[in-house]
């Protein structure tokens, strides 16, 4: 029997630099409400969204990539060439195939870097993080992009009075390269397929094309169903992870979750006890739900405006559409 020789990865990975592109329009809860009957005053109590931005024609879940995944190569002082595979996760790529991946490799200029989309809702970040963590160690790509990108405003009924005001557009993008000691934790990831229906699209993509119904697919859920699950069990799955990389929240500088509502994020800070030192990200508030780009936007935002710095420790959690979640602690940029 032939041995197969062994993979020479580095020992460890970790998130070296991070991007992010937030479209210029600029979207303020009075625009939302020319739709749907409520308040200023609802929406802020309900998600804590005072704006958000929705791009225009030119900025697609391409475009937007590349603009953010710019930002973290740079940031992480390497060149395009350099990078040997590139994960999107997204939603709201509207051709089936061919991956938008491959596109945003090409055009970044890397050299013929494996690329591949994923599908996993708010939690695609995380998903993509350890998948990258896994090439560098494996030793199949040296670097790898992770995006999250979203054009959700396509996705959006701005009629439905549960989710119009929720949804952003946007992208965010971290390179994940070799270490010399741990600095992504093991990832804590499930999914709850019997609670699939409590997030998703109305009607499949075939329906609308055969005239079954006149409406474009939208993303709808049901919010209170989301809203605890969310607060109850995703607290326990962010405790896993701290438990999983060894430390506890006494450890941690920074706490970036999913960018889904204010209240949930403020739930888990108070269900996980956190010490009033911890950073927590409340991007959502002018950038709103943006689905796998909310946790690495949040991020770059972080560090960008010196809340966060370079070499804190952080907890971060995605959860969403599936339902699936994954959570990790990782060292930032």
């Given amino acids: 029997m032939a041995k197969i020789k062994p993979s020479k990865g580095a020992p460890y990975a970790r998130i070296l630099g991070v991007g992010g592109y937030r479209p210029t329009r600029v979207v303020p809860n009075e625009v939302?409400?020319?739709?749907?009957?409520?308040?200023?005053?609802?929406?802020?109590?309900?998600?804590?969204?005072?704006?958000?931005?929705?791009?225009?024609?030119?900025?697609?879940?391409?475009?937007?990539?590349?603009?953010?995944?710019?930002?973290?190569?740079?940031?992480?002082?390497?060149?395009?060439?350099?990078?040997?595979?590139?994960?999107?996760?997204?939603?709201?790529?509207?051709?089936?195939?061919?991956?938008?991946?491959?596109?945003?490799?090409?055009?970044?200029?890397?050299?013929?870097?494996?690329a591949f989309d994923i599908s996993a809702g708010c939690a695609g970040f995380g998903y993509g993080l350890t998948l990258a963590k896994g090439m560098v160690?494996?030793?199949?790509?040296?670097?790898?992009?992770?995006?999250?990108?979203?054009?959700l405003s396509d996705l959006t009924d701005l009629e439905d009075r549960a989710t119009a005001f929720l949804f952003g557009d946007g992208a965010g993008a971290v390179v994940v390269g070799p270490a010399k000691e741990p600095a992504i934790g093991p990832t804590v990831w499930g999914s709850e397929g019997d609670k699939s229906e409590t997030i998703k699209q109305t009607v499949p993509w075939t329906d609308y094309r055969d005239g079954t119904v006149e409406k474009f697919p939208a993303i709808t859920q049901e919010g209170q169903a989301v809203f605890r699950w969310a607060v109850f069990e995703m607290a326990k799955v962010a405790q896993q992870a701290l438990d999983a990389a060894g430390i506890s929240v006494d450890d941690l500088d920074v706490f970036i979750p999913h960018q889904a509502n204010v209240r949930i994020i403020d739930s888990m800070v108070k269900t996980l006890k956190l010490p009033e030192h911890v950073t927590v990200a409340r991007d959502i508030r002018t950038t709103g739900n943006t689905s796998a780009a909310s946790i690495p936007l949040a991020m770059e935002r972080l560090l960008a405006t010196g809340e966060a710095k370079s070499g804190d420790t952080a907890l971060v959690i995605g959860f969403g559409a599936g339902l699936v979640y994954a959570a990790t602690v990782v060292t930032l940029p």
């Fill in 32 to 114: 939302i409400l020319e739709t749907i009957d409520s308040s200023d005053e609802w929406i802020r109590s309900r998600s804590g969204i005072e704006t958000r931005h929705w791009a225009n024609d030119e900025e697609t879940v391409a475009a937007m990539s590349i603009e953010a995944s710019g930002k973290a190569i740079a940031d992480a002082g390497i060149s395009a060439e350099q990078i040997g595979g590139v994960i999107v996760s997204t939603v709201s790529h509207f051709k089936q195939t061919p991956a938008v991946a491959t596109e945003i490799a090409d055009k970044l200029g890397t050299a013929k870097a494996a």
């Fill in 137 to 151: 160690v494996e030793g199949s790509a040296e670097y790898v992009l992770v995006i999250g990108v979203e054009r």
